[in-house]
């Protein structure tokens, strides 16, 4: 071998470890030039360096070059089409080859198994036995107990562990990761134990591996216990037993674990703060995680994005979703995985637009969506009841080709189910080729939301029929149908099944649906019966039930106990007092009502200024009370004065107790006719053609007049409208509301 070979060998080498690809083939043409007859040595690495540096077409161009290739040149262009796929060309070659050994087997069994082509690698390795047991080497089984473990095939992987045993490979730490990762992966965890305790020599990896099984099979004691037994721990140990701990709930022990990785000094690299941050997230401990993001920007890891992407998730988790922000902005580097903790941030802290926003900043900044991202966005527009929007991403759903992931397809169920479009819904759910829990607890939410009772029910015994388990979510949908017909004696019973039947212990949202059904029977008594057997008292949302009812029934005693409640939760939330002057009001106790005023402006207490939006031609028209801003507004005002008169004809009565003023009947009348969801509904059927829904959305609480009146309107033009207010969906059609009428 020349010295020149040696010297270009070596330039070669600092070309793949740089990933040059121009240097590389600019010293190609250099030794063309120069040597006349370059030796195969020096050719073979020229092969290399362009496997390595994944040109296909060089590498195969110098390959067919060399006059006379040895086994290293035939093992070189195998193991370069192995690597990148090409499995034909791979065949190809392996068949051409004068002679094999190990490494040619292993190129060809790994080119199989690296696609997950179970059946091909099998028949390799049987080739490669029956061409001698000697080609045989501790990569071969590692490859072969590799694919068996990423593809759930345990009984290939018990006959490979037979002839590792067989064949004296039982002693190699490097036969012996793989083989525990298979069993503990297939949860057969003692399997795994019985290799890690007959293996003699049991390196650092070995007891990683085995720690990594434990915690994967929720065994936290027994990896806890492996873990201390370790006489040298490296960095990998600690973190495998963090993340382990934050993979089953385990928060506050993960960052127990990571405050004495701290106190020894050891190592920390993006995964040990990725599992942090996530523990963090867990417990939305803001302060610890906090903590965190200052030590990862004293150890410089403030640049790396999937510690900048957790620390985004964290934030958002921790409900600081300007802290999010700030370190989303700052980071140099973003990914979609990045894109997606802020998205979903979003999402999860009820900001669904600023969602749908950051989903078409991503797409402008050239990153493509993957399944989770366009779910996410699917189900925000699903939250603001966009169906506009949402369409839009199911179409890029199909063309994208994400359809078929079962997040996405949830997503569009949940998004036609708020929408209203339950026939859409149901078309889409016949057509997934799959369908979970989550899938058939979305078709069923919608069927619920929109005052379907009966069809609520039946699909949900037809859910049970077919096997699967009902969660939290689906009983809520369940209690709520039941509650919108009236069902109180079946809700009990479908309650008292979550825990009987179903080993699900009540939350608070059970309770709150248990409170509704009750209130809307009329049985106030009960529902306050109820209230004082929880073992917790009811959130907001439970007591503004409770007294929503108060004020449809009358019942000022229990009205006032249920805004007290409300107001000592949320003593700057306006609703509670609102809901109770309603009460006074409709039992003429208009000192009552004025005391309460003087008590809200004393408190600071304001009621936020009502305004209704609809969308029109990818613009956003907003409305407020007596609104004349708007150019359309002698169209609108005529045509609530035309659907007025045509009310009054079908029998419609103002409704004046909404009015919390000691005006004249008449001037109160004045006062209701052009709230702002009129406004709204009537640039609706003046703008929007026939046929295709109204979609209004409300920033309050509809009052109980307009939600009559938007009722009679359906009736008289035969349009459907559906009406988003702060409290829930209405869907008004043909002179009747999904809600039952009561909100």
């Given at each position: 071998?020349?010295?020149?070979?040696?010297?270009?060998?070596?330039?070669?080498?600092?070309?793949?470890?740089?990933?040059?690809?121009?240097?590389?083939?600019?010293?190609?043409?250099?030794?063309?030039?120069?040597?006349?007859?370059?030796?195969?040595?020096?050719?073979?690495?020229?092969?290399?360096?362009?496997?390595?540096?994944?040109?296909?077409?060089?590498?195969?161009?110098?390959?067919?070059?060399?006059?006379?290739?040895?086994?290293?040149?035939?093992?070189?262009?195998?193991?370069?089409?192995?690597?990148?796929?090409?499995?034909?060309?791979?065949?190809?070659?392996?068949?051409?080859?004068?002679?094999?050994?190990?490494?040619?087997?292993?190129?060809?069994?790994?080119?199989?198994?690296?696609?997950?082509?179970?059946?091909?690698?099998?028949?390799?390795?049987?080739?490669?036995?029956?061409?001698?047991?000697?080609?045989?080497?501790?990569?071969?089984?590692?490859?072969?107990?590799?694919?068996?473990?990423?593809?759930?095939?345990?009984?290939?992987?018990?006959?490979?562990?037979?002839?590792?045993?067989?064949?004296?490979?039982?002693?190699?730490?490097?036969?012996?990761?793989?083989?525990?990762?298979?069993?503990?992966?297939?949860?057969?965890?003692?399997?795994?134990?019985?290799?890690?305790?007959?293996?003699?020599?049991?390196?650092?990896?070995?007891?990683?591996?085995?720690?990594?099984?434990?915690?994967?099979?929720?065994?936290?004691?027994?990896?806890?216990?492996?873990?201390?037994?370790?006489?040298?721990?490296?960095?990998?140990?600690?973190?495998?037993?963090?993340?382990?701990?934050?993979?089953?709930?385990?928060?506050?022990?993960?960052?127990?674990?990571?405050?004495?990785?701290?106190?020894?000094?050891?190592?920390?690299?993006?995964?040990?703060?990725?599992?942090?941050?996530?523990?963090?997230?867990?417990?939305?401990?803001?302060?610890?995680?906090?903590?965190?993001?200052?030590?990862?920007?004293?150890?410089?890891?403030?640049?790396?994005?999937?510690?900048?992407?957790?620390?985004?998730?964290?934030?958002?988790?921790?409900?600081?979703?300007?802290?999010?922000?700030?370190?989303?902005?700052?980071?140099?580097?973003?990914?979609?995985?990045?894109?997606?903790?802020?998205?979903?941030?979003?999402?999860?802290?009820?900001?669904?637009?600023?969602?749908?926003?950051?989903?078409?900043?991503?797409?402008?900044?050239?990153?493509?969506?993957?399944?989770?991202?366009?779910?996410?966005?699917?189900?925000?527009?699903?939250?603001?009841?966009?169906?506009?929007?949402?369409?839009?991403?199911?179409?890029q759903a199909i063309v994208s080709a994400l359809f078929s992931f079962q997040t996405v397809s949830n997503a569009l169920v949940t998004l036609y189910g708020k929408c209203g479009s339950l026939e859409d819904a149901t078309r889409l759910f016949n057509e997934m080729n799959f369908r979970d829990e989550v899938s058939w607890t979305a078709l069923l939410s919608g069927y619920s939301q929109f005052g379907k009772a009966n069809e609520t029910i039946d699909f949900f015994q037809r859910m049970l029929d077919h096997g699967l388990k009902p969660d939290g979510v689906t009983f809520v949908g369940v209690l709520s149908a039941c509650s919108r017909a009236g069902l109180v004696e079946k809700g009990y019973q479908y309650f008292e099944s979550m825990v009987k039947e179903h080993g699900i212990m009540p939350v608070v949202d059970h309770y709150t649906c248990m409170i509704d059904l009750?209130?809307?029977?009329?049985?106030?008594?009960?529902?306050?019966?109820?209230?004082?057997?929880?073992?917790?008292?009811?959130?907001?949302?439970?007591?503004?039930?409770?007294?929503?009812?108060?004020?449809?029934?009358?019942?000022?005693?229990?009205?006032?106990?249920?805004?007290?409640?409300?107001?000592?939760?949320?003593?700057?939330?306006?609703?509670?007092?609102?809901?109770?002057?309603?009460?006074?009001?409709?039992?003429?106790?208009?000192?009552?009502?004025?005391?309460?005023?003087?008590?809200?402006?004393?408190?600071?207490?304001?009621?936020?200024?009502?305004?209704?939006?609809?969308?029109?031609?990818?613009?956003?028209?907003?409305?407020?009370?007596?609104?004349?801003?708007?150019?359309?507004?002698?169209?609108?005002?005529?045509?609530?004065?035309?659907?007025?008169?045509?009310?009054?004809?079908?029998?419609?009565?103002?409704?004046?107790?909404?009015?919390?003023?000691?005006?004249?009947?008449?001037?109160?009348?004045?006062?209701?006719?052009?709230?702002?969801?009129?406004?709204?509904?009537?640039?609706?059927?003046?703008?929007?053609?026939?046929?295709?829904?109204?979609?209004?959305?409300?920033?309050?609480?509809?009052?109980?007049?307009?939600?009559?009146?938007?009722?009679?309107?359906?009736?008289?033009?035969?349009?459907?409208?559906?009406?988003?207010?702060?409290?829930?969906?209405?869907?008004?059609?043909?002179?009747?509301?999904?809600?039952?009428?009561?909100?």
């Amino acid at each position: 071998m020349s010295s020149n070979s040696n010297y270009y060998c070596s330039l070669l080498k600092i070309c793949t470890e740089t990933r040059n690809h121009i240097q590389a083939k600019k010293i190609h043409c250099h030794i063309t030039k120069t040597i006349r007859d370059p030796e195969t040595f020096l050719l073979n690495n020229l092969v290399n360096a362009y496997s390595k540096l994944g040109d296909l077409t060089y590498a195969r161009y110098v390959f067919d070059k060399i006059p006379r290739p040895n086994l290293f040149s035939w093992n070189t262009i195998l193991f370069t089409y192995s690597k990148s796929g090409n499995l034909s060309d791979m065949n190809y070659i392996f068949n051409r080859m004068p002679k094999r050994d190990g490494v040619s087997w292993n190129s060809l069994i790994s080119g199989y198994a690296s696609r997950g082509l179970v059946t091909e690698a099998v028949k390799g390795y049987n080739s490669m036995l029956r061409d001698g047991v000697d080609n045989l080497n501790r990569i071969t089984f590692s490859i072969m107990l590799i694919l068996s473990s990423s593809q759930g095939c345990v009984d290939l992987g018990r006959q490979i562990h037979g002839q590792i045993v067989k064949f004296g490979f039982g002693s190699y730490v490097f036969v012996g990761c793989p083989l525990m990762d298979m069993y503990s992966k297939a949860v057969l965890v003692y399997d795994a134990k019985r290799v890690f305790d007959e293996t003699p020599e049991r390196n650092v990896v070995m007891y990683n591996t085995m720690i990594t099984g434990l915690l994967r099979c929720g065994m936290v004691e027994d990896s806890k216990y492996l873990f201390h037994s370790i006489q040298e721990k490296d960095s990998i140990s600690w973190t495998t037993m963090i993340t382990g701990l934050t993979q089953n709930g385990l928060y506050r022990e993960a960052i127990d674990f990571f405050r004495e990785m701290r106190i020894e000094c050891v190592a920390m690299d993006q995964f040990t703060f990725g599992s942090m941050l996530t523990a963090c997230g867990g417990l939305m401990a803001l302060e610890e995680g906090k903590q965190v993001h200052a030590f990862v920007i004293r150890t410089n890891h403030k640049d790396n994005v999937f510690v900048s992407s957790a620390l985004v998730d964290m934030y958002c988790k921790c409900k600081s979703i300007t802290s999010a922000e700030a370190v989303f902005k700052r980071m140099t580097h973003k990914n979609v995985v990045s894109w997606t903790a802020l998205l979903v941030g979003y999402g999860q802290n009820g900001y669904s637009e600023e969602a749908v926003r950051i989903f078409c900043d991503m797409q402008r900044n050239g990153i493509n969506p993957d399944y989770y991202t366009l779910g996410s966005v699917i189900s925000s527009c699903a939250n603001l009841a966009s169906l506009e929007e949402g369409t839009q991403f199911h179409g890029q759903a199909i063309v994208s080709a994400l359809f078929s992931f079962q997040t996405v397809s949830n997503a569009l169920v949940t998004l036609y189910g708020k929408c209203g479009s339950l026939e859409d819904a149901t078309r889409l759910f016949n057509e997934m080729n799959f369908r979970d829990e989550v899938s058939w607890t979305a078709l069923l939410s919608g069927y619920s939301q929109f005052g379907k009772a009966n069809e609520t029910i039946d699909f949900f015994q037809r859910m049970l029929d077919h096997g699967l388990k009902p969660d939290g979510v689906t009983f809520v949908g369940v209690l709520s149908a039941c509650s919108r017909a009236g069902l109180v004696e079946k809700g009990y019973q479908y309650f008292e099944s979550m825990v009987k039947e179903h080993g699900i212990m009540p939350v608070v949202d059970h309770y709150t649906c248990m409170i509704d059904l009750l209130s809307r029977a009329g049985r106030l008594e009960e529902a306050r019966r109820f209230i004082n057997k929880m073992p917790f008292p009811p959130d907001p949302i439970g007591w503004s039930t409770l007294l929503s009812s108060c004020r449809l029934h009358g019942n000022l005693e229990i009205g006032k106990w249920a805004a007290a409640s409300l107001q000592e939760l949320e003593p700057h939330n306006p609703g509670g007092y609102i809901l109770l002057a309603s009460i006074y009001a409709a039992k003429g106790k208009w000192d009552n009502v004025a005391e309460l005023r003087k008590g809200m402006r004393k408190k600071g207490v304001r009621k936020e200024a009502g305004c209704s939006w609809i969308k029109y031609k990818g613009k956003v028209h907003i409305f407020s009370a007596d609104d004349q801003t708007s150019p359309f507004s002698d169209q609108l005002y005529a045509e609530l004065d035309k659907l007025n008169h045509r009310m009054i004809e079908e029998g419609y009565v103002p409704d004046t107790s909404s009015v919390l003023h000691n005006v004249e009947d008449s001037e109160k009348i004045k006062m209701l006719n052009y709230h702002s969801e009129r406004l709204a509904i009537a640039f609706g059927l003046i703008f929007i053609p026939p046929g295709l829904p109204i979609r209004v959305v409300k920033n309050l609480r509809v009052c109980g007049d307009c939600h009559n009146a938007t009722k009679y309107i359906s009736k008289i033009t035969q349009r459907e409208i559906l009406v988003r207010d702060a409290v829930r969906f209405h869907l008004f059609e043909d002179g009747t509301c999904s809600c039952g009428d009561f909100w």
